[in-house]
């Protein structure tokens, strides 16, 4: 069975998994969206935890790929955390989808521990990443980042959960808002703080002529 239909199963199992979660991954209808027979997936995946944790495997390394593109992309680390909830918006964006391991996180009880062990790295992967990019920012201190980044992280997928029950994007980008006038989220990029902050030195140096 060639690579190219390795992906393609992965694929079509992501898509599901974010729809119906690990237990809407059925090897039938995932064969016949791929267009094969329900026996040539075992070729890659003997049973469905193996595909599960792949699945979950290759979500969170997609995501993290993604989050350090956007870092190479900015030296604003600010910036990074105002485009953070992004990564959630994409999936409401795919026809009302979820994150995929935050649906998986939903089902844990009935997760085989391969894939458990997946979808706890994503949770990891996410908060590690905040966790670096709040210490750059100077939001926190380097001893306060992690818990930080947990609170913006449980946040986010939060939002996401919320908007998708109501199939309303449009809530989760008020909540987003909501969570920077609030503060957990920073409202302003580091060029626009400074601009802000020159701006006031400006008023009060004026004030004193």
Known sequence: MSSSSKE??????????QAHGYSGLNFRDLADEVGIKAASIYHHFPS?????????RRYWEDTAADLESMLAETSDPVRCLRRYPDVFRKSLESDNRMCLCSFMAAEYDDLPEAVKKEVQ???????????????AAAVVNSGESEQRARAIFAAVAGAQLMARSRS??????SLIESYRVAGLLPEQTVQSSISSDLAKKRVR???RR
Request: hydrophobic share 60%.
């Open 121 to 135: 790295t994503f949770a990891d992967v996410n908060v590690a990443w905040l966790s670096k990019v709040l210490t």
């Open 8 to 17: 393609a199963i992965l694929a079509a199992a992501r898509r599901t998994a």
């Open 168 to 173: 309303d994007i449009s809530l989760f980008d």
């Open 48 to 56: 469905k935890a193996d595909l599960g944790a792949a699945v979950a």
């Open 205 to 207: 140096s004026k004030g």
